[in-house]
Structure formats: C-alpha cells, structure tokens
C-alpha cells in the first residue's frame, strides 16, 4: 500500500500526521510512505490538493469532501475531539482498512 502525505510549508499541521503515518509504517510493513510538496496554486490546481496535509492511499484522498476547495490552505479534519489539523491514528488506521476493502 502506498501512502503520499501531501503538504505545503505554510502549514504545520502536516508534521502531526507525517509522524503519525511513519507510526503506522512502523506497525505495517506493506505501507510505503512519500512526501509531495505543493508549492503553488497552479501545481496544487494539477495534482487536485485539498489542502495541507492531505494522504493519498494507493493515489486516493479517502478524506476529501466533494465540496473542499483545491488551493494552499491548512486543511481542517473532524475528529471525534472536534475539529484537528491532522487525521487521528483511529482515522487513518480506518482510511487504510477501507482502502483494502473497497477500491476507489
């Protein structure tokens, strides 16, 4: 399974998840964890970023709201605490079972 952390430096949120998901990479030796740095509106329009951190599993933002806008922005994600800078461990931990079970 192949994980991308999408971020930009503006934001700090995506350290909190990066060091969540090398957590999980450490739990799982089938995930391979990369980093994409988006560093301008048009390269965020061409990759479809919805936001600082966002996490493709296997190419897929199992995150992204239909309504969520595509630009450089810190990205907001509800958790069962409120509103969080970054998926829970609970959350991606869900994201990555849902991926092996039902494709895109």
Same mark, same amino acid.
């Given at each position: 399974? @192949?994980?991308?952390?999408?971020y /930009?430096e &503006?934001? =700090?949120?995506?350290? +909190?998840a990066?060091?969540?998901?090398?957590a999980?990479?450490?739990e799982r030796?089938?995930?391979s964890?990369?980093?994409?740095?988006?560093?301008?509106?048009? @390269?965020?329009?061409l990759?479809? /970023?919805? &936001?600082? =951190?966002?996490?493709? +599993?296997?190419?897929?933002?199992?995150?992204?709201?239909?309504s969520?806008?595509v630009?450089?922005?810190?990205?907001r994600?509800v958790?069962p605490?409120?509103?969080?800078?970054a998926?829970?461990?609970?959350?991606?931990?869900?994201?990555?079972?849902d991926?092996?079970?039902t494709?895109?």
């Amino acid at each position: 399974m @192949e994980i991308v952390l999408q971020y /930009f430096e &503006g934001c =700090p949120n995506w350290k +909190i998840a990066h060091e969540r998901l090398q957590a999980l990479c450490a739990e799982r030796s089938d995930i391979s964890l990369s980093m994409q740095l988006v560093e301008s509106d048009a @390269e965020a329009e061409l990759v479809g /970023f919805h &936001g600082s =951190p966002s996490v493709l +599993i296997d190419g897929f933002d199992r995150f992204a709201e239909a309504s969520s806008a595509v630009g450089l922005s810190c990205r907001r994600y509800v958790s069962p605490e409120g509103m969080a800078g970054a998926p829970t461990m609970e959350q991606l931990r869900a994201a990555l079972a849902d991926a092996e079970f039902t494709p895109r």
